[in-house]
């Protein structure tokens, strides 16, 4: 008996041991598990802090590298950079809280066409917010007296004065424009995605691509009523100004970027829905249904090297708009740059050249988007667990930026080649900077993400985000007017000129090369006896 209890107090106290012994190794697995957590943090922010030192000290080199060329494309992807991520920041912000505060968050089949509503009241709001600040920035409104002295009236301070406000209006005119002209272009991919979701149009992938067309068709029936307007403005006056033209040249550029990033985003929405079978979301994220048909991994594979396909698909159609739309404006007598109209131009020559420049944006747009999307693709196939995290999204604009800048400096030394002529030098600096765009996009997943994951910190999620936007609007727009945008135009000052020189030099040597080869041939008629006069009415053979 005595045996039989110490046998069950034995079994008692192993039986306690052992459960002991389970929770001491669940704590142990846990704590190590802290530990494993903890260690993949410190090696994370350790990571992104040696990643971000490298990629400023890179900055450093790139702005100040010996070829202005680069110099200039380093300042513009900044700018571009700056640009596009305060945009969607602003954007976003504001886009949260009217949703909270219109649809109480809520996304339902029941309130899609309340939200629908709201998307695009939310666009036009924007866009009349670009042409109202632009008019108004440009200083029709805020006249100075010293501003209607005649030339010949004015002393050494007045032309100073003169300077120094156009000066301060352009920078004002060329920066608001730029941002609100991409918070525009944000919200209206959102309207135009939510249109591309409807039932619908969600069909099939010709039925989704309706949606760019329509698109299309609405932003440019959009912009035709606003350049009546603007028109009216100007020649109540009597005539454009220096400051009224370039309010006309930074509206065009403005509206040319809204139809670019609005279109180009619906445009590749469909041609992935075509390509993979699944009409992505409203952020660009999809979900493909494999069947056990390709292992995920290639699949991730086959889709990076479908967009690298796309992205030389979309820039080839770019380029061959853009040559289009030169030889169209110099055959018609159109302003090739800022697209306005001729004196000697028909409406109709004008209409076709603006199509042409809205085209050649969208397209390039396309394959900023195709490098992003090409990216993304392959970080999920490297690193399927890593990928939708912030860090991942920072190795991702990390590696994207390395890519790209690789691809820039490749161009430019293509573009700094002898055989290119300024036409074609023209295209190349057109396709660099779309390039440049992706690296914006790419920075901008990060700073969303960022903001996404202080925001979610807090009980009132969109309070939060718009009080973050707001702050970081207040600071980086004025450092991007001040510091940023001049740093771009004088960059583009002396790239410019160098350009310019250049092209006056190979003319010259052309020419010079064009009379030695006449001299040549008439010494050489002079010798035979012959005459080098060619009869009236000749014409060379490959002419006839």
């Not at 034995?10 to 903890?38: D, P, Q, Y």
């Not at 000290?57 to 300042?75: A, E, H, K």
């Not at 309130?111 to 632009?134: C, G, K, P, R, Y």
């Not at 406000?165 to 352009?170: A, C, G, M, T, V």
Request: aromatic letters at 12%; charged letters at 20%.
């Amino acid at each position: 008996m005595l045996l039989q209890r110490d046998g069950c107090f034995m079994l008692c106290a192993f039986f306690v041991a052992a459960l002991l012994a389970l929770a001491s190794a669940e704590e142990a697995k846990e704590e190590m598990a802290e530990e494993k957590a903890a260690e993949n943090t410190m090696q994370a922010v350790s990571w992104m802090l040696l990643g971000s030192i490298t990629f400023q000290m890179s900055l450093f080199y790139l702005v100040n590298w010996p070829d202005v060329d680069i110099r200039y494309y380093s300042w513009m992807v900044i700018g571009n950079t700056i640009s596009i991520f305060t945009a969607v920041l602003t954007f976003q912000s504001i886009q949260g809280a009217v949703e909270h505060l219109a649809t109480d968050a809520h996304y339902g089949h029941e309130h899609e066409w309340d939200q629908l509503l709201i998307d695009f009241a939310h666009m036009m709001f924007w866009f009349v917010a670009v042409q109202v600040s632009l008019f108004l920035l440009c200083g029709k409104l805020t006249h100075k007296p010293f501003e209607d002295v005649p030339e010949a009236e004015c002393t050494q301070e007045i032309r100073e004065q003169q300077k120094d406000l156009r000066s301060k209006r352009e920078g004002n005119l060329r920066c608001f424009a730029q941002m609100l002209a991409h918070i525009t272009g944000f919200a209206a991919m959102r309207a135009l995605g939510n249109v591309q979701h409807l039932s619908w149009f969600a069909a099939s992938p010709l039925q989704s691509l309706i949606v760019v067309l329509l698109a299309y068709i609405l932003l440019s029936f959009i912009f035709k009523g606003v350049n009546y307007v603007r028109d009216l403005v100007i020649n109540a006056d009597g005539g454009a100004d220096e400051m009224e033209k370039l309010w006309q040249e930074q509206s065009l550029d403005a509206e040319n970027d809204v139809i670019g990033l609005a279109c180009s985003f619906v445009l590749l929405q469909s041609t992935r829905f075509a390509l993979f079978g699944s009409l992505p979301d409203l952020d660009g994220t999809m979900e493909v249904a494999l069947d056990g048909k390709l292992p995920n991994l290639g699949f991730m594979m086959y889709e990076t090297w479908i967009f690298l396909a796309l992205l030389v698909a979309f820039t080839t159609i770019a380029i061959v708009l853009f040559f289009l739309g030169h030889r169209f404006a110099v055959a018609e007598g159109l302003s090739d740059e800022d697209d306005e109209e001729d004196d000697h131009a028909s409406m109709r020559d004008a209409s076709i050249h603006r199509f042409l420049v809205m085209s050649q944006t969208v397209f390039f747009m396309c394959s900023s988007w195709c490098i992003l999307f090409a990216g993304q693709a392959f970080s999920r196939a490297e690193a399927a667990d890593q990928a939708t995290t912030i860090v991942g999204k920072i190795a991702l604009a990390l590696v994207v930026s390395l890519f790209l800048f690789s691809i820039i400096f490749v161009l430019d030394k293509v573009a700094d080649s002898d055989f290119i002529t300024k036409e074609t030098d023209v295209v190349l600096v057109k396709v660099i900077v779309s390039k440049g765009l992706a690296i914006g996009f790419a920075w901008e997943q990060c700073f969303d993400a960022a903001v996404d994951v202080v925001g979610g910190e807090t009980p009132q999620a969109f309070t939060t985000k718009l009080l973050v936007a707001g702050f970081i609007v207040v600071l980086v727009v004025p450092a991007y007017r001040l510091y940023v945008l001049p740093k771009v135009d004088a960059a583009q000052a002396i790239k410019d000129a160098a350009d310019d020189e250049r092209f006056a030099e190979e003319k010259v040597a052309e020419e010079s090369g064009l009379n030695m080869a006449r001299s040549l041939q008439n010494k050489v008629c002079q010798l035979f006896g012959g005459s080098c006069t060619r009869p009236e009415g000749y014409r060379p053979l490959a002419s006839k």
